[in-house]
């Protein structure tokens, strides 16, 4: 590839993909369009059942074929194949239709196949927490993540905790680990929902701690719960709004159960889950927040830790290794376990936060996001040449 060429790299939309991998995909797009230049060109592959498919991923080209609908004639001829011959000989020839010379974030081919691979690994929680994994999906990641280490050229990490799992994962190909740390866009405030009418629609008043989280068991809302007990009875209450899915595949009953804590805990009123809500309306949350907060058990490279540093935010968070990783600059940190330390530490951003020093720290950060864009860009344009070379 000449310096004056731009090389198109594939990427496979599921049906299944979880709002978090979308978001990254966003996220990624806008650093590799912020390099002078445009020297990787973006592609989509999707299912022709994903109709939203080019709405959620505008001005990045989308092509839709039924091979990648499930079930569907094509699918099942392509999966025949493949097992047959070891290669995915009819997505193969797709790509190269197309012009695609790099598969990125996406799958693997099989083996000798013409089309370099980058696959994508965000985390070893089930390793980590296989608590929360039924023995049968622990069989199928593990599976997974061998086939990406064996079949394809190179596996993105978003952190070095990521690039460690993977060495004891499997030791004989940690070589192949890219370390690609994703910098989350902040999010614009132009259309972000006004303060007024946000309380008026969700009904509360006054300071707020936002935790945007899905409600996963591994996400740990309910050390919040505790922390919030904890606040009320020093009579020092705090408001906590919690949005996100409150669907958990792998745990059907594990929202019902934490709203009961939650009730024996006697904190509903200092607790309101708002659920998936219009994006204006959490950009608008995140802005007027005292702080966010992510008290997760375990995370790949935390997209909520990413915002906050984006957008300047105080953020109280877990201390876990790759939060401390992530190294936000207004972070305050709390056993992960430890609700005592928790409601102390979102006293403190509490005690912390001065309106206008907010609003500088994030214009200090909007300053500083489009360099910070820019490496992470160049960073995975980096693994890209590497394997494009091989």
């Known amino acids: 590839m000449s310096k004056c060429e731009s090389m198109r790299v594939g990427f496979i939309l599921s049906s299944g993909d979880w709002l ?37 991923f505008s001005g990045i080209e989308v092509i839709q074929t039924s091979v990648l609908d499930r079930k569907s004639s094509g699918w099942f001829l392509r999966q025949i194949i493949a097992k047959t011959t070891a290669r995915d000989m009819i997505l193969q020839r797709l790509l190269r239709r197309h012009g695609i010379s790099v598969l990125s974030h ?24 296989p608590e929360f994994f039924s023995p049968e999906e622990r069989r199928r990641r593990d599976r997974e993540f061998m086939k990406l280490c064996v079949h394809c050229d190179k596996v993105i990490v978003s952190s070095k905790c990521a690039a460690a799992d993977l ?22 405030l132009a259309h972000a929902a006004g303060l007024p009418d946000l309380q008026r629609l969700y009904s509360f ?18 050390v919040v719960l505790s922390a919030l007990q904890i606040l009320k009875r020093r009579n020092e209450p705090l ?36 659920g998936r809500i219009p994006f204006d309306h959490l950009v608008g949350l995140m802005q007027h927040a005292t702080a966010l907060i992510n008290p997760s058990r375990f995370e790949g490279w935390s997209t909520s830790v990413e915002e906050a540093k984006s957008m300047g ?19 305050f940190f709390f056993p992960v376990d430890d609700p005592e330390a928790l409601a102390t530490a979102m006293r403190a951003a509490y005690n912390e936060f001065d309106a206008q020093k907010d609003s500088a720290m994030q214009e200090a950060a909007s300053a500083r996001f489009p360099e910070r864009k820019q490496e992470f860009g160049r960073a995975y344009l980096r693994t890209v040449m590497r394997v494009s070379q091989y």
């Open 239 to 274: 408001l906590v709004l919690a949005t996100g899915s409150s669907d958990d595949y792998r745990n059907p009953s594990f929202f019902p159960s934490l709203l009961e804590y939650a009730a024996e805990c006697g904190v509903l009123d200092c607790f309101r889950v708002l």
């Open 106 to 129: 996406s799958s693997h081919l099989g083996k000798q196949t013409a089309v370099k691979t980058i696959g994508w690994i965000p985390d070893f929680q089930h390793v980590h927490l």
């Open 20 to 56: 978090g991998g979308l978001n990254y995909l966003r996220n990624l797009f806008a650093a590799i369009h912020a390099l002078p230049g445009s020297p990787i060109t973006p592609v989509i592959f999707s299912g022709k059942r994903q109709v939203n498919a080019s709405a959620d």
């Open 205 to 222: 008043n006054g300071p707020y701690f936002l935790l945007p989280n899905q409600f996963w068991a591994h996400k740990n809302h309910r």
């Open 167 to 188: 060495g004891t994962f499997s030791p004989e190909y940690a070589h192949k680990a890219e370390l690609l740390r994703f910098v989350a866009s902040p999010v614009s």
């Open 313 to 331: 935010k105080q953020i109280v968070l877990s201390d876990i290794p790759v939060h401390r990783e992530q190294g936000p600059e207004r972070g």
